[in-house]
């Protein structure tokens, strides 16, 4: 069979765990069925794509919209990909920015549309911030590829609830859970220490690390609202860039200026890091921290765990799918009606791993063995390709 996969991130631009997902279901794929990877990029004059080597299909926004809203843009590129669909036996669309693209190429070719939901709009309120008026777009293009859709995938069981409550016309029978992977053989401990040294961490002290974008969904502002109360000896290092507004940006710089009028240790890394240098530093980070508000898997804990760190994360969404409370890390409970006890939780947890480095060490270890046993990519392609196949056969 002859596979569209629809997405807007691809390497080399990927910035968050959709792109990672997308990346590996590919790479693993591509010994199971004839995949054709349509995202965005900027290689071409158009909007339309052109089809590379590696088979892939970059788009771009139609130059008509450079300057419209964010939304607009996104729907020029469906339409684009659509088009280049003709010829494939089933598209497979990943987030709102592509899955009006699969619906199109449902209609348009009569072909099965399968979406995978990394995230719900409904659930990003906070996403208006970013879109303006192009937010009710967004969900309204979300609503209208899931309700069609042929199969809904979720990334884990708390999503797939979060989808039927979210989405109460769906048929729960089209609703498959297949977890988000990871590939153990790039993401394992590194034990060389020239990315710590360049980017000044003291190799003596132990640090808690954060990955992840900075908007309102990763929770950070709790994050350094609960670093007020770490052991002083304790670094904080935070790989946080792509800010979603430059509100949420000035928040942020506000609270990194003030906890490093108060401590030392104090480290921000602003520009997106190549793998390597993170692997390296999730290997050497006493605990890696989580504080997402919502969080449908959280694949990078899974990278976390792979890298034998241990994982101090909110019990959110699908996340408590992944780290073992107890056993691979600490789970926090959050509330939005009571942060201050969420970020009391957050750096009670990283205390007792920074101080407890016979814990920390063991809960590291089953980590990866964890990831290691039960999210390969190998298996989670396998089980993407029998959803395929279920559904070429019943259509």
């Known amino acids: 069979m002859k596979v569209g996969l629809l997405t807007r991130e691809y390497p080399p631009d990927v910035y968050g765990g959709a792109g990672v997902h997308v990346e590996f279901l590919a790479r693993g794929l591509r010994s199971l069925v004839d995949v054709e990877v349509h995202c965005w990029g900027t290689n071409t004059g158009t909007g339309t794509g052109t089809a590379q080597d590696d088979g892939v299909l970059r788009h771009r926004p139609d130059p008509a919209l450079d300057r419209a809203n964010d939304a ?15 010829g494939c036996d089933l598209a497979h669309s990943h987030t709102w920015y592509a899955h009006l693209a699969g619906h199109f190429g449902k209609l348009l070719y009569g072909i099965p549309h399968i979406m995978t939901a990394h995230s719900l709009e409904p659930l990003r309120p906070w996403k208006a911030e970013q879109l303006g008026g192009g ?85 950070v502002p709790h994050l350094l609202r609960a670093a007020r109360h770490l052991d002083p000896a304790t670094q904080l290092v935070l790989c ?13 710089r506000e609270l990194v200026d003030e906890l490093r009028r108060t401590r030392d240790g ?79 939780g957050l750096a009670d947890g990283i ?6 480095r016979r814990t920390a060490t063991r809960m590291g270890g089953a980590g990866r063995e964890r990831a290691v046993r039960e999210f390969g990519w190998d298996a989670v392609a396998r089980r993407t390709a029998e959803v395929y196949e279920e559904i070429l056969k019943s259509g």
């Open 135 to 219: 937010y009710a777009l967004s969900g309204w293009a979300e609503r209208t590829a899931i309700e069609s859709a042929d199969a809904v995938v979720a990334v884990s069981h708390g999503m797939r609830a979060d989808i039927l409550r979210s989405y109460p016309a769906l048929d729960p029978a089209r609703v498959r859970v297949v977890h988000n992977g990871i590939d153990t053989s790039l993401y394992r401990p590194d034990p060389a220490t020239d990315v710590l040294r360049r980017t000044g961490i003291d190799r003596q002290r132990p640090y808690a690390l954060f990955v992840g974008r900075i908007t309102r969904q990763k929770g």
């Open 266 to 344: 104090v480290h921000w890394i602003p520009e997106m890091l190549p793998r390597p240098d993170v692997v390296q530093l999730l290997t050497h980070a006493a605990v890696f921290v989580c504080p997402s508000v919502y969080e449908p898997l959280g694949i990078v804990n899974l990278e976390a765990m792979a890298c034998g760190t241990p994982v101090v994360a909110s019990a959110v969404g699908g996340i408590p799918e992944v780290v073992e409370d107890g056993g691979t890390g600490l789970l926090v409970p959050y509330d939005e009606t009571g942060p201050g006890a969420f970020e009391a």
């Open 351 to 356: 205390n007792r791993l920074t101080g407890d």
């Open 72 to 86: 607009l843009r996104a729907f020029s590129v469906d339409l684009s990909m659509a088009a280049a669909l003709e």
């Open 240 to 252: 946080a860039g792509a800010p979603d507004t430059p509100e949420i940006e000035r928040e942020f």
